[in-house]
């Protein structure tokens, strides 16, 4: 994810309010008191964003501290923490400020549209950190650092051996025995029994926080950022997942069959077991699939870890973007920790903007391999979308994506180029000479991107929906979790899953990026509509073969969406730039080709989804 920290001001900055005159000479009255609010606005933004801009950063340096070592029973980091993002907190969330702003909106028409979005976006960050109920807001503080250390601080183990998320997700895409498969994927759910008690209470702090400034609940204020009640987004995740059911459903029944097939099981189950799936949460089973020729994983086993990193940089600068700034590689924490660190480290990949200006740097734990090959090329999409709306242009409060789905499509596209043959035919990775088969390519795509979308529209959404929108009782939380599952993704566990568990939570989106997982299925859709875009109109490229290295045209396309930050208007950018409004219709046009072939191999076989 993209790592933003929400969180007010204390200025002597008095407003007064006098309202535009409406007599005589109109024209001249008018236009002054333009000027006047304008003024007004400009100093208070000036003053407000400088005093943001310095909490914010000490904030985001506390939290990267407390992300990139966790030391068992030492709370120097999450002290310091909490501290600052206190303060951030009771700037942002001041009355002071929360009441000016809104006196300055009271005369919007007055105002110029970069004006009005930047205190738009000052009440937005106000909500999340009301300083009407400080202490609720320090709770919540508190309770999300203890969150996140239990979260990533815990002992994964299998049977008495000690691992990593990396190696329970290594045995996940390779082992055969169901036995040791079934061990790394219940491993990888015991973490969720210790973040129950966690997540009950943040969801009544942050609902808590929120209500204070009138939205209805947590998930209806994050998808408000969006413009959108909770209703429309619901219903637009329930658009997509059904545009997409079709394709599902058969990748569903393929699946069923092919692994009980690889797994020597003689009946099919109706519903894929959990622990069958080559990813924790069985939302992307690509690795299920080995292309003849283009197998990733064996041509990035023998590489560095760091090319891994370097590669992506390359395939961003051969686009014409700079190259990362030197802080980039010395303040980042790219690599899994050596087993003996004494410490832990977050270990799910991120990308931080910490200062607002040119200190970016990630935090993944990148191994050779075509996931985290993926991964890094999503992960420097946030990067240079960072540098880039970090410009003279886009004031520091719309440093920010055209919208969070928007921040996440860049790398993900990015990732889609980097995993194209004639990309990989370019970087040597793939034998030029190779015969490869397009329909296992497309399959190995579509069981990544497609299988995605009934857990990030289905799963992941309506369970943060009901936990927050629907007080989903303490009780049932992961008797829905399940349900959910089944109904979207066609999947269940292994062996019954009590209300010990809490199974949600082992999704670490579900602790510290909390009813915003709709970004991602929101980011594929706008990614293949880029894709598309890019490879018709700009490189004349069949979109399932495209090589954009080296395309400085692909670049400026691209810097162009960038560039204006969270200042432009994501519908009339994504209207402007590829000619149509957001739709899942590019996404479904690419895997379609595929539907034939699975439709053949699925024939005779029983569909139960
Ligand atoms: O969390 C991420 C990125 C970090 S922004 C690695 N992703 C989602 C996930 O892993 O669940 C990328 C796609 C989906
Ligand atoms: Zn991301």
């Not at 994927?185 to 029994?193: D, F, I, L, T, Y």
């Not at 973007?321 to 899994?336: D, I, Q, V």
């Not at 995993?419 to 030029?432: S, Y």
Request: with cysteine; net charge negative; hydrophobic share 35%.
């Amino acid at each position: 994810m993209k790592r933003i920290f929400l969180t007010g001001f204390a200025a002597a900055f008095l407003f007064s309010c006098s309202s535009p005159q409406r007599d005589g000479a109109a024209m001249a009255t008018v236009s002054a008191a333009e000027t006047e609010i304008q003024q007004k606005a400009q100093e208070f933004l000036a003053t407000y964003a400088q005093k943001y801009q310095e909490l914010y950063t000490a904030s985001v340096e506390a939290e990267w501290q407390s992300n990139t070592k966790i030391v068992e029973g030492d709370s120097t980091n999450a002290v310091a923490t909490r501290r600052a993002n206190e303060a951030l907190a009771a700037f942002t969330g001041s009355e002071f400020n929360i009441n000016h702003t809104r006196e300055l909106l009271k005369h919007e028409e007055h105002l110029t549209p970069l004006q009005k979005k930047q205190l738009e976006e000052i009440l937005y960050t106000a909500a999340n950190n009301p300083q009407t109920i400080p202490d609720v807001v320090k709770r919540r503080i508190k309770a999300e650092t203890e969150q996140t250390e239990k979260l990533y601080g815990f002992d994964y183990k299998i049977f008495t051996q000690k691992v990593t998320t990396n190696d329970i997700d290594n045995i996940l895409r390779t082992e055969k025995d169901l036995k040791k498969r079934q061990a790394a994927w219940e491993s990888s759910k015991e973490v969720g029994k210790s973040l129950r008690t966690g997540i009950l209470n943040l969801r009544q702090l942050r609902n808590e926080t929120v209500q204070n400034l009138g939205f209805d609940d947590y998930f209806t204020y994050q998808a408000s950022e969006y413009g959108m009640t909770r209703q429309e987004m619901m219903d637009l995740m329930k658009k997509i997942n059904k545009e997409l059911h079709p394709l599902y459903r058969e990748l569903h029944t393929y699946a069923r069959y092919e692994l009980a097939k690889k797994y020597g099981v003689k009946e099919v189950p109706d519903m894929l077991p959990a622990h069958w799936l080559p990813n924790r949460w069985g939302q992307d089973w690509s690795a299920m699939v080995n292309v003849q020729g283009m197998d990733l994983d064996a041509a990035l086993k023998s590489k560095e870890p760091k090319w891994l990193v370097e590669q992506a940089e390359r395939f961003y600068v051969s686009l014409g973007f700079p190259g990362l700034p030197r802080s980039f590689y010395e303040k980042s924490s790219l690599y899994p920790l050596p087993p003996n660190a004494g410490y832990k480290k977050n270990n799910h990949a991120s990308a931080w903007h910490v200062d607002l200006e040119n200190d970016v740097r990630c935090l993944m734990s990148v191994e050779p391999n075509a996931d985290w090959y993926e991964t890094t090329h999503h992960e420097l999409g946030h990067i240079y979308y960072y540098m880039t709306y970090t410009n003279p242009d886009v004031p520091v409060l719309l440093r920010e994506g055209a919208n969070r789905a928007y921040h996440e499509a860049i790398g993900s596209l990015m990732g889609l180029a980097a995993m194209q043959k004639p990309f990989l035919v370019e970087l040597n990775l793939v034998d030029a000479n190779a015969k490869t088969d397009e329909v296992q390519t497309l399959l190995k795509e579509a069981l990544s991107y497609v299988t995605f979308i009934p857990f990030a529209t289905g799963v992941m959404s309506e369970w943060e929906h009901d936990f927050y929108a629907k007080n989903l009782p303490a009780d049932q939380l992961n008797k829905r979790w399940w349900e959910l599952a089944r109904q979207y993704q066609g999947m269940v566990p292994p062996t019954v899953r009590g209300e010990e568990f809490t199974d949600a939570t082992t999704k670490t989106h579900i602790n510290d990026d909390p009813a915003q997982y709709y970004d991602y299925a929101l980011s594929y859709v706008i990614l293949f509509q880029l894709h598309d875009h890019i490879s018709r109109n700009i490189l004349k490229q069949d979109p399932h073969a495209t090589n954009y290295y080296g395309s400085k045209e692909v670049g400026e396309f691209l810097k162009s969406i960038m560039y204006p930050g969270a200042s432009a208007d994501w519908r009339q950018m994504l209207k402007d730039k590829t000619g149509e409004e957001l739709s899942a219709r590019a996404m479904v046009d690419y895997f379609q080709p595929l539907m034939d072939y699975l439709k053949a191999q699925n024939k005779g076989r029983k569909y139960t989804i």
